[in-house]
């Protein structure tokens, strides 16, 4: 499937071919951090078919729960997460697109969740949680 | 309650006093795109309470659905993000902190859902989805 995005500030656009079916949900604790948020998606493309402009700043993290580092790219410019792939000169077989930036996102339906034993416990009981339709006050 | 945190990477610390019945999801289209995620969570500390050490970089969205910029900040170094404010001179009144950057992460559970207009229709059915304890390969092949 042709999936392509941008970050927030457009100054990152990225396309490629995905199969829908690897999208993924990871709660490890460095997604959290590094989201911000209890999770991230995650979707694979095969380096060969990812077209990107504008360069996004690297951050090669070595702490990943299944001790695999791994370069994480996000905007300069606005912070927006992009990919994570693998270290290395060129081009790398494998990048994980991050899904919230993708055009495509309401196809991009979850087919896995990884690294639940750190998973914030909320996360299941999700629909509990009061909500509004737009937004309300904090 | 006191709370504290760093970005991935240790450049970016702050600290600063919440009130965990202002632990908020947000399903914003751009916290969406900002995260690369499905939402993201949230918590308040008056301005008056918080410290920080580094220095973040900054982006101003003017795009928000409620219509009001916002400053969005994040580490330079590794892109984690931190908080969102109001534009103008610090302090402001208030920061809206990034809960999963957070240690008391485990203290904070989510009071309410805002912007679920937008929010992934998989997301209150998460628990359906096949999960692993730990990591899975997503496809046959090795993950490299």
Same mark, same amino acid.
């Given at each position: !499937?042709?999936?392509?995005?941008?970050?927030?500030?457009?100054?990152?656009?990225?396309?490629?071919?995905?199969?829908?079916?690897?999208?993924?949900?990871?709660?490890?604790?460095?997604?959290?951090? !590094?989201?911000?948020?209890?999770?991230?998606?995650?979707?694979?493309?095969?380096?060969?078919?990812?077209? !990107?402009?504008?360069?996004?700043?690297?951050?090669v993290?070595?702490?990943?729960a299944?001790?695999?580092?791994r370069?994480?790219?996000?905007?300069?410019?606005?912070?927006?997460?992009?990919?994570?792939?693998?270290?290395?000169?060129?081009?790398?077989?494998?990048? !994980?697109?991050?899904?919230?930036?993708?055009?495509?996102?309401?196809?991009?339906?979850?087919?896995?969740?990884?690294?639940?034993?750190?998973?914030?416990?909320?996360?299941?009981?999700?629909?509990?949680?009061?909500s509004?339709?737009?937004?309300?006050?904090? | 309650?006191?709370?504290?945190?760093?970005?991935?990477?240790?450049?970016?610390? +702050?600290?600063g &006093?919440v009130?965990? &019945?202002?632990?908020? =999801?947000?399903?914003?289209?751009?916290?969406?795109? @900002?995260?690369?995620?499905?939402?993201?969570? @949230?918590?308040?500390?008056?301005?008056?309470?918080?410290?920080?050490?580094?220095?973040?970089?900054?982006?101003?969205?003017?795009?928000?659905?409620?219509?009001? #910029?916002?400053?969005?900040?994040?580490?330079?170094?590794?892109?984690?993000? =931190?908080? @969102?404010?109001?534009?103008?001179?610090?302090?402001? #009144?208030?920061?809206?902190?990034?809960?999963?950057?957070?240690?008391?992460?485990?203290?904070?559970?989510?009071?309410?859902?805002?912007?679920?207009?937008? %929010?992934?229709?998989?997301? %209150?059915? =998460?628990?359906? +989805? #096949?999960?692993?304890?730990? @990591?899975?390969?997503?496809?046959?092949? #090795?993950?490299?």
């Amino acid at each position: !499937m042709r999936i392509d995005g941008a970050c927030h500030c457009g100054f990152i656009a990225i396309e490629g071919e995905a199969d829908p079916k690897t999208t993924t949900i990871c709660h490890c604790t460095d997604c959290q951090t !590094m989201s911000g948020g209890p999770f991230r998606v995650s979707v694979r493309v095969p380096g060969a078919s990812l077209k !990107m402009t504008g360069q996004p700043a690297t951050y090669v993290k070595t702490t990943a729960a299944s001790g695999i580092p791994r370069v994480q790219a996000f905007c300069p410019k606005c912070g927006t997460a992009i990919y994570a792939t693998s270290v290395g000169d060129g081009v790398q077989p494998f990048y !994980m697109v991050r899904v919230g930036i993708l055009r495509q996102r309401d196809k991009l339906v979850p087919t896995q969740q990884i690294w639940l034993r750190s998973a914030r416990p909320w996360v299941g009981d999700i629909a509990a949680v009061p909500s509004s339709e737009l937004a309300t006050a904090l | 309650m006191r709370v504290n945190g760093t970005c991935h990477c240790g450049a970016i610390t +702050i600290e600063g &006093e919440v009130d965990p &019945e202002t632990a908020t =999801i947000c399903h914003c289209t751009d916290c969406q795109t @900002s995260t690369g995620s499905a939402f993201r969570v @949230s918590i308040r500390a008056p301005g008056a309470t918080l410290r920080m050490n580094g220095r973040p970089a900054t982006y101003l969205k003017t795009t928000a659905n409620s219509g009001n #910029p916002r400053v969005q900040a994040f580490c330079p170094t590794c892109g984690s993000p =931190i908080y @969102s404010t109001s534009p103008g001179e610090h302090p402001r #009144p208030s920061y809206t902190l990034r809960v999963g950057i957070l240690r008391q992460r485990d203290q904070l559970v989510p009071k309410r859902q805002i912007w679920t207009r937008s %929010a992934r229709p998989w997301v %209150a059915h =998460i628990g359906d +989805i #096949p999960h692993s304890e730990l @990591s899975t390969v997503p496809v046959s092949e #090795p993950r490299r």
